[in-house]
Nanobody
Framework: LQLVESGGGLVQSGGSLGLSCVAS????????IAWFRQAPGKEREGISC????????NYADSVKGRFTISRDNAKNTVYLQMNSLKPEDTGIYYC??????????????????WGQGTQVTVSS
């Protein structure tokens, strides 16, 4: 399974961005998918996760109410809609796949496959 993120960029505080994570090499509907981010000088942080069916989602407190995760298994794609962006949302955003029905957490070793990341920069 290969994952490719896209949709990052530069946006002003309060703005919105939509990220996509496209899978190839296997069908995405066998994998729970999470989004992580890593800010400069900080550890990678798990921010959202979605089950294989899309029926179960989870959000970190830092993004709850502002970010929405969704998936379209027919398109082998998972999305992260980010609204009301803040400068502290700046970082590299990664998607990761866990060969499980449900999200098992945000541990690095919980996930079998990772994308290369897309940069999100929020200016104040």
């Amino acid at each position: 399974l290969q994952l490719v993120e896209s949709g990052g960029g530069l946006v002003q505080s309060g703005g919105s961005l939509g990220l996509s994570c496209v899978a190839s090499g296997s069908t995405l509907d066998e994998y729970a998918i999470a989004w992580f981010r890593q800010a400069p000088g900080k550890e990678r942080e798990g921010i959202s996760c979605i089950s294989t069916s899309g029926g179960s989602t989870n959000y970190a407190d830092s993004v709850k109410g502002r970010f929405t995760i969704s998936r379209d298994n027919a398109k082998n794609t998972v999305y992260l809609q980010m609204n009301s962006l803040k400068p502290e949302d700046t970082g590299i955003y990664y998607c990761a796949a866990d060969h499980s029905f449900y999200c098992s957490g945000y541990g690095f070793y919980d996930y079998d496959y990772w994308g290369q990341g897309t940069q999100v920069t929020v200016s104040s």
